[in-house]
């Protein structure tokens, strides 16, 4: 949920290049713009799926985040790997440029909707895979199941998302003892903000209630949770998870036990690229050999 700050971008890569991850030659690669990696590609529509990589992939960044501010070390992870990788900055406000993930849920699932779509007729790809991390993990399990185009999608990999609604670290709790109107004030002071998003994501919030209508999972396709118990944002941390046939729930701590990553570490974990690779390609996964140590804010 929360903006990932310059900083953390700046130490998971060079704890990245200490460890021998393979990301493109320069970090200015996942900055704005159509970038071509030596393999696959960032944002480059004229990348085209290859046999081992059949599927673009799309991935989705977190509130207050940019697609250039969030996911965009992994998203070079992925594209000098062979995949073909995009990336918007969805529910952004014409006031605020410099942020995304501001508006409704559904509102802005429909720019992804539109994106995703974009994506397939740019590049011939009958289906898309998706990964999100905190909103957009919820904003992949919501496209999934509510725009229609299931067909379309493959494999969705959501990292720390609030499925079933997040008390933020004890804050709905908080505002319910000491706001006057609980809750429902703490909604209407998230409107007033401009980040109406944060209803969405608490708990009986909008796009929770609607997601968690039925069955989450949708017949076909495959899903993949990756948390950390201790992420401190999308608490509890198990809210993340969907218990239903056809879902893998992970927490990074089954193959990295020490590793302590919180949530905004999450996007920038070598841990969890390791398994969303495996979840973007079953048929090469392999067990984290060598655990990294993530960050644990």
Not at 28 to 37: I, K, S, V, Y
Not at 62 to 86: K, S, V
Not at 137 to 164: R, S, W
Not at 241 to 250: K, L, S
């Amino acid at each position: 949920m929360a903006r990932t700050p310059r900083w953390a971008a700046r130490s998971a890569l060079a704890l990245a290049l200490l460890l021998g991850a393979a990301l493109p030659g320069s970090p200015a690669q996942a900055l704005p713009g159509a970038q071509t990696a030596p393999s696959g590609g960032i944002n480059d529509f004229s990348c085209r799926p290859d046999r081992a990589h059949p599927r673009p992939v799309v991935l989705l960044h977190g509130t207050f985040a940019t697609w250039y501010e969030d996911l965009n070390f992994l998203q070079a992870d992925l594209a000098a790997r062979g995949w073909c990788t995009f990336a918007l900055t969805y529910g952004e406000y014409e006031e605020f440029p410099l942020l995304g993930g501001l508006k409704p849920v559904a509102e802005s699932n429909v720019e992804i909707k539109e994106y995703v779509e974009q994506v397939r007729a740019a590049t011939g790809a009958a289906k898309v895979d998706v990964v999100g991390h905190s909103e957009g993990g919820l904003q992949a399990l919501y496209l999934a199941k509510m725009q229609g185009i299931t067909a379309h999608l493959d494999k969705i990999v959501a990292i720390a998302p609030p499925t079933h609604g997040t008390d933020a670290a004890g804050l709905v709790k908080l505002a319910d003892r000491l706001l006057p109107g609980g809750r429902a004030t703490l909604d209407t002071i998230a409107a007033r903000l401009g980040v109406p998003v944060l209803s969405d994501e608490f708990p009986g919030g909008p796009a929770v209630t609607a997601l968690n209508d039925g069955p989450v999972a949708q017949p076909g396709l495959s899903y993949t949770i990756i948390t950390s118990r201790y992420d401190e944002i999308v608490t509890p941390a198990e809210t993340a998870f969907v218990r239903e046939p056809g879902v893998r729930n992970i927490w990074v701590q089954d193959s990295c036990p020490f590793d302590p990553v919180g949530h905004i570490g999450e996007a920038y974990d070598l841990n969890v690229w390791h398994l969303v690779r495996n979840a973007l390609d079953p048929d090469r996964a392999r067990p984290i050999l060598v655990c990294a140590v993530g960050s644990p804010g």
